[in-house]
């Protein structure tokens, strides 16, 4: 919803000074890209796959990141036209990038790719049409950019190590669980088990 909500409200704020079918354009892309890549996931979701069709998903999903992050960026093109629809796309811009990085954590190209992409136009138009004022602000831009790719970098690190970390106890877990319960050779329940499992049935009856 925020992907195809947000853009909508950005279009709304900026309407009465962006021609309305460029407007129109740009939020059909955008939506359009956000539900290819929602549905892309929703079937990956749904269907069991083997590890290299999982790889070859990721990059698919990681292209449509790019697509996104470039839709996004490419709304810099009316950052020119007036003091006010700057700062309406600034915000809402970067409202969607924080909500895009949440998203994105858990793979790391990802994060770097949309990254890129999002804030690559901007820059650009900066340079080329700011003047001094605008290389200026271009220049904190990069800065930013550059020290959210680190931090958020790390903090997929982190995100990815926890997660592998719990899986990888999980299955200690549920190895240990069978190793306790279950006899090595037949796999049946060895005699603690059933025994135990017996008495909460009599318990229970």
């Known amino acids: 919803l925020s992907a195809v909500l947000t853009p909508a409200y950005l279009a709304w704020l900026v309407s009465p000074e962006v021609p309305s079918r460029q407007l129109a354009l740009w939020l059909v892309c955008v939506a359009l890209a956000a539900v290819i890549s929602g549905g892309h996931a929703w ?3 749904a269907t069991p796959r083997s590890l290299p069709s999982v790889h070859s998903w ?22 020119t036209v007036s003091p006010q629809v700057f700062v309406d796309v600034s915000i809402v811009t970067a409202f969607a990038f924080s909500i895009g990085v949440i998203g994105r954590l858990h793979y790391r190209s990802a994060v770097v790719l949309f990254t890129v992409s999002l804030w690559l136009p901007p820059l650009v138009i900066l340079m080329r049409d700011g003047g001094t004022e605008g290389r200026q602000l271009a220049f904190g831009l990069l800065l930013l950019a550059i020290a959210l790719v680190a931090v958020l970098g790390e903090a997929s690190r982190q995100l990815v190590g926890g997660l592998e970390d719990r899986l990888r106890a999980a299955a200690l877990a549920e190895r240990n669980h069978v190793l306790a319960t279950r006899d090595g050779l037949t796999g049946l329940f060895n ?15």
Not at 191 to 205: F, K, T, V, Y
């Open 191 to 205: 005699r603690r088990e059933g025994m135990r499992r017996l008495a909460d049935r009599a318990d229970s009856g």
């Open 58 to 79: 990721l990059r698919r999903q990681v292209l449509f990141q790019v697509v996104i992050g470039t839709l996004w960026g490419s709304s810099a093109r009316w950052i």
């Open 43 to 45: 079937a990956y979701l």
